[in-house]
């Protein structure tokens, strides 16, 4: 049996009014065809601390629920698309808080990874980790031209790449080529990402990549719902269903590792880092 969330019958189009909302870590619209668009605001990097990811769930529940056409993911910060995991949540971490953070994580991924609706990300700026495995959810990634990276660096900030997010990266490039660059923490230049086929198209700004985010949305409009969203899942299904069985040892490993000493060092020097550079800007 299928799960009933994914038996999506029809798409509404409502006006851009009845389902826009703003909240306070985020912004969602409603373009006249129905598509939303989704924007990350929570300054200055959008780093994903628990009541942002919290925030994203909550919000595709919604776009879920209100039948919208598809989203496209983007960000209000013009050089950073997502900074990633907020890196202050995991340094001398309260384990309540740390907990809360990562199942905040699992939580958002299997949502935008499962979604039964069309989804493309409108990558307007840097996205480490976390920025990267949001924009790798989505369908259709579209990234802004410039001296932007892209990749899932988490090993250079000492933790290990979690089973379900190698296989999501393993879905959209090559095993090879997301062997190479996630066990050493590799970023790839837009230039590179687009070789390898990590992000499927460049754009002159943000305005040409939401463009051409809802072009590939509007692909849909011909297709039955229930025939794009089954397919779907049926792709992903062998990442979704043992990241369903293992969350809680997933949880558990995730703790373990970031509190050992050596982690909480590497995480204490890399926010040291950060406000160096700041410094010397
Ligand atoms: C089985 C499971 C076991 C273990 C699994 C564990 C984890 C596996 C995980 C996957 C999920 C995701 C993990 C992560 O996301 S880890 C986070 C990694 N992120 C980074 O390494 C990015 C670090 N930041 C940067 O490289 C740059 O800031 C960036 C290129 C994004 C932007 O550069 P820019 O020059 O525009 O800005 P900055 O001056 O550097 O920063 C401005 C401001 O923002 C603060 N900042 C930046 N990044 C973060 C962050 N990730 N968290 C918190 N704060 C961040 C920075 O300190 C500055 O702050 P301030 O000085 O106060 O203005």
């Known amino acids: 049996m299928f799960p009933l969330r994914l038996l999506r019958t029809a798409r509404r189009v409502l006006p851009a009014k009845s389902l826009s909302t703003t909240g306070q870590l985020t912004d969602l619209t409603v373009d006249n065809e129905g598509i939303a668009t989704l924007t990350l605001q929570r300054a200055p990097v959008n780093s994903l601390n628990v009541e942002l990811l919290q925030e994203l769930t909550t919000v595709l529940g919604q776009v879920e629920k209100d039948k919208a056409k598809g989203l496209v993911l983007t960000s209000a910060s013009p050089s950073v698309f997502s900074a990633g995991l907020d890196i202050t949540e995991m340094y001398n971490p309260n384990v ?40 790798l959810c989505c369908e259709y990634r579209t990234m802004v031209s410039g001296r932007y990276t892209i990749g899932l660096n988490e090993t250079a900030v000492g933790i290990p790449v979690p089973e ?47 463009e051409k985010s809802k072009k590939f949305i509007k692909r849909f409009d011909k297709i039955s719902p229930i025939a794009h969203s089954l397919t779907k899942q049926r792709f992903r299904s062998d990442v979704l269903q043992p990241f369903a069985k293992n969350r809680e040892a997933d949880l558990n490993q995730f703790k373990y590792v970031v509190l050992q000493p050596e982690v909480q060092e590497l995480l204490g020097q890399i926010i040291q880092k950060l406000k160096q550079k700041k410094a010397a800007k």
């Open 164 to 210: 379900w997010l190698i296989g999501t990266m393993c879905k959209v490039i090559s095993q090879r080529e997301a062997e190479v660059a996630l066990n050493a923490g590799l970023m790839f230049t837009v230039e590179e990402a687009l070789k390898v086929g990590l992000i499927d198209e460049t754009a002159t700004d943000k305005a040409d990549a939401i």
């Open 96 to 135: 309540e808080r740390l907990t809360a953070l990562w199942t905040s994580l699992q939580d958002l991924w299997a949502t935008l990874y499962s979604a039964p609706y069309p989804t493309a990300v409108a990558i307007n700026g840097h996205a480490p980790a976390g920025g990267c495995m949001m924009a």
